[in-house]
């Protein structure tokens, strides 16, 4: 294997890593400290420290080696390898971080009253490692390769099968903690998709819009004249009329929204106007590839 080949590994590895120990990181610092709750294997891991006292970076592998091994045979592919990745340096960080707080290293914040200040860091911190493992193609294991067998064996979504299973793991918590924190894992779940999706959506977000109007190419040549900033011309036809048109599309950051609309309003006071949200911008004038 070349050098090249194994930077681009290094690459996808390395964030897959860095993104478990966020995530081991906030298990073990804000859930575990709070006895508040996850979804999926997480939270069965969970549940069973709560009930017995089983260290989560033990039942942690214990549980993903069996599914690992039935994701190797049903689906193969890269992504499988990555969940490799994504369930040994989970697991290595949990270890970790359990030695760290058991040595007095590191001291979790545990609290009697801020519940709420713990559910939503804690939303933060798993949604970013999450984030981090989801975006370069790795997962944590568990219930997403379950998920992926289900689904192509059945028909079924991904995300019907998650929140089904979110929905008995976080239920059958009502067992061993109350309700009330129940009520504020609920509210770190929700932190941390919000989180998620963020970073799988991509920090820098910008505006697009899709102009139709008969003086697209005027548009389209202000818009590369005065916003220096590219358009695209779409032919088009209207449906009612039948006349030819060009449709313009363009990606312009939020600071430009206003001078695009003004410029398109000073050609064609009639254009219809669609202004949408579009993430994660690469290419010239925006994030660099």
Same mark, same amino acid.
């Given at each position: 294997?070349?050098?090249s080949?194994?930077?681009? /590994? ?30 999926g294997?997480?939270?069965?891991? !969970?549940l069973?420290? #709560?009930?017995?006292?089983?260290? !989560?970076?033990?039942?942690t ?9 039935m ?6 592919g890269?992504q499988?390898?990555?969940?490799g990745?994504?369930i ?12 760290a ?9 545990a609290?009697?009253? +801020? ?5 939503? #860091? ?17 997962t944590?294991?568990?219930? +997403?390769?379950?998920?992926r /067998? ?10 019907q099968? /998650? ?5 008995? !793991?976080?239920?059958?918590s ?10 504020y894992?609920l ?8 989180? /998620?999706?963020f &970073?799988?959506?991509?920090? #820098? ?5 899709t102009?139709?109007? +008969?003086?697209?190419?005027? &548009?389209a040549r ?5 916003? +220096?900033r590219?358009?695209?011309? !779409?032919?088009?036809?209207?449906? #009612? ?6 449709m ?13 609309s ?17 993430h994660d911008?690469?290419?010239e004038?925006?994030r660099?590839v």
């Amino acid at each position: 294997m070349n050098s090249s080949k194994l930077n681009a /590994i290094a690459r996808t590895v390395a964030p897959i890593m860095l993104g478990t120990a966020v995530y081991a990181f906030g298990l073990l610092y804000f859930i575990l400290p709070n006895e508040l709750m996850e979804g999926g294997v997480t939270g069965i891991t !969970i549940l069973l420290n #709560y009930a017995f006292g089983i260290p !989560i970076f033990l039942t942690t592998l214990l549980i993903n080696l069996p599914l690992f091994l039935m994701g190797w045979k049903m689906l193969g592919g890269r992504q499988i390898v990555y969940t490799g990745v994504g369930i040994g340096s989970l697991s290595f960080f949990l270890w970790l971080f359990e030695r760290a707080i058991h040595l007095g290293w590191i001291e979790p914040f545990a609290t009697k009253q +801020d519940f709420i200040l713990a559910s939503l #860091y804690a939303g933060v911190t798993l949604g970013l490692g999450l984030g981090i493992v989801f975006r370069f193609g790795g997962t944590t294991g568990g219930v +997403d390769i379950v998920a992926r /067998i289900v689904g192509r064996k059945f028909g079924w979504s991904m995300g019907q099968f /998650i929140l089904a299973s979110d929905v008995v !793991i976080i239920g059958a918590s009502l067992l061993f903690i109350t309700k009330e924190r129940v009520l504020y894992t609920l509210v770190a779940v929700f932190i941390a998709s919000r989180v /998620i999706d963020f &970073i799988q959506e991509g920090a #820098y977000a910008a505006k697009a819009f899709t102009i139709i109007t +008969d003086h697209g190419e005027e &548009i389209a040549r202000l818009v590369t004249t005065d916003l +220096d900033r590219s358009a695209t011309l !779409i032919p088009s036809i209207g449906a #009612y009329s039948k006349q030819a048109k060009h449709m313009v599309y363009c990606v312009v950051s939020r600071q430009e929204i206003r001078q695009l609309s003004q410029l398109v309003k000073s050609v064609d006071p009639r254009a219809f106007v669609i202004i949408s949200d579009v993430h994660d911008v690469q290419g010239e004038g925006f994030r660099e590839v």
